[in-house]
């Protein structure tokens, strides 16, 4: 399996941008697939995530500024970003993820728990002016 992430870049406070995360030697549509971003000196969180059927869930901090959403027939997965901020100054990583009961860091999406065990090669994204 290998996700190939795009889209990063400097965006103004106030901006928007799109990440997409293509993915290849998987079946896409089978996967539950997440983002995640790490800002420096801080642990990696959970921004989004969605399930094969659409259901998603979100980071309380995006929550209504970004939308997470997939291509099941292009194996793409997008996270939409609007209305950015500072503190969403961060590296911003896309991941596979399998069903797995009571694990420590993961997302849960629609009441089942997700490890996240693929990871795209990350992207920048500095919210600056």
């Known amino acids: 399996v290998q996700l190939v992430q795009s889209g990063g870049g400097l965006v103004q406070p106030g901006g928007s941008l799109r990440l997409s995360c293509a993915a290849s030697?998987?079946?896409?549509?089978?996967?539950?697939m997440g983002w995640f971003r790490q800002a420096p000196g801080k642990e990696r969180e959970g921004v989004a995530g969605?399930?094969?059927?659409?259901?998603?869930t979100y980071g309380d901090s995006v929550k209504g500024r970004f939308t997470i959403s997939r291509d099941n027939a292009k194996n793409t997965l997008y996270l939409q970003m609007n209305s950015l901020k500072p503190d969403d100054t961060a590296m911003y990583y896309c991941?596979?993820?399998?069903?797995?009961?009571?694990?420590?860091?993961?997302?849960?999406?629609?009441?089942?728990?997700?490890?996240?065990?693929?990871w795209g090669q990350g992207t920048q994204v500095p919210v600056s002016a």
């Open positions: 969605i399930y094969s059927s659409g259901t998603t």
């Open positions: 991941a596979t993820g399998l069903p797995r009961a009571g694990a420590y860091f993961g997302l849960t999406i629609g009441g089942t728990r997700y490890a996240f065990n693929v």
């Open positions: 030697g998987c079946t896409f549509s089978s996967y539950a």
